[in-house]
């Protein structure tokens, strides 16, 4: 089955600065690639996604890109704030899974003052 | 649009018995998936339900099983409850499709506690 790996675990980086979290998956098959937000005590939130289709995508501060060769996909955020803080998780879902997402394991983002 | 709801939010349970949580997903969307998520194993993947029908599997016990109703509300349940089973569960609705990922949205989650 699919496998989703994610790095770093802990990420810290000062207000304004950018940063990047990276994931790799093992089925080549794979097409669809969100991000998810999650802070403390709420449910995960849907921040950006990208198909197997579209190398880049932006929205505002952040961005994701594909690289299918490599199997993997990164998460940038530029010009960070405090609000950004909390737990990344990326995923990925195969054709033929419905709508099965297999998730990496998190990356907790600190933005400090 | 309303988001997802889920219901109870929170639930303590003692080991061996069993337990039902409800999902009430976006008006619309057909297809609700379940994850559960802990500290140590983080989202795993249980089920997706679409058109009442049980698509997807993920790897866990007989114990768990869902359903999912007419109206899209699904739910599921754990028999014999074990200790392990203390998560948050999440479920996610979907407009759906196959071939191809659609958007998923989760709701707030159940809290079960078994002691």
């Known amino acids: 089955g699919e496998n989703v790996e994610q790095h770093p675990s802990t990420l810290s980086v000062q207000e304004g600065d950018s940063a990047v979290i990276k994931c790799t998956y093992s089925?080549?098959?794979?097409?669809?690639f969100p991000w998810y937000k999650q802070e403390l005590g709420k449910r995960p939130q849907l921040i950006i996604d990208?198909?197997?289709?579209?190398g880049e995508k932006k929205d505002q501060r952040i961005a994701v890109t594909l690289n299918k060769t490599a199997k993997h996909f990164s998460l940038h955020i530029t010009e960070t704030q405090p609000e950004d803080s909390a737990v990344y998780f990326c995923a990925a879902s195969s054709p033929g899974g419905g709508n099965k997402l297999t998730f990496g394991t998190g990356t907790q983002l600190k933005v400090e003052l | 649009k309303a988001g997802v709801t889920q219901t109870p939010r929170y639930l303590i349970k003692t080991r061996g018995q069993q337990v039902t949580l409800s999902c009430s997903p976006i008006s619309g969307h057909r297809s609700v998936s379940w994850y559960q998520q802990t500290p140590g194993q983080g989202l795993q993947f249980l089920f997706e339900y679409f058109s009442e029908t049980q698509r997807n599997k993920g790897n866990f016990p007989g114990r768990f099983s869902g359903r999912q109703f007419s109206n899209s509300r699904s739910e599921m349940n754990v028999s014999t409850l074990e200790l392990g089973d203390s998560a948050l569960y999440l479920c996610?609705?979907?407009?759906?499709?196959?071939?191809?990922?659609?958007?998923?949205?989760f709701g707030p989650g159940t809290r079960l506690t078994v002691t």
């Open positions: 089925d080549s098959a794979s097409n669809y």
């Open positions: 990208i198909r197997s289709n579209v």
């Open positions: 996610a609705s979907s407009l759906a499709g196959s071939g191809r990922g659609y958007e998923q949205y």
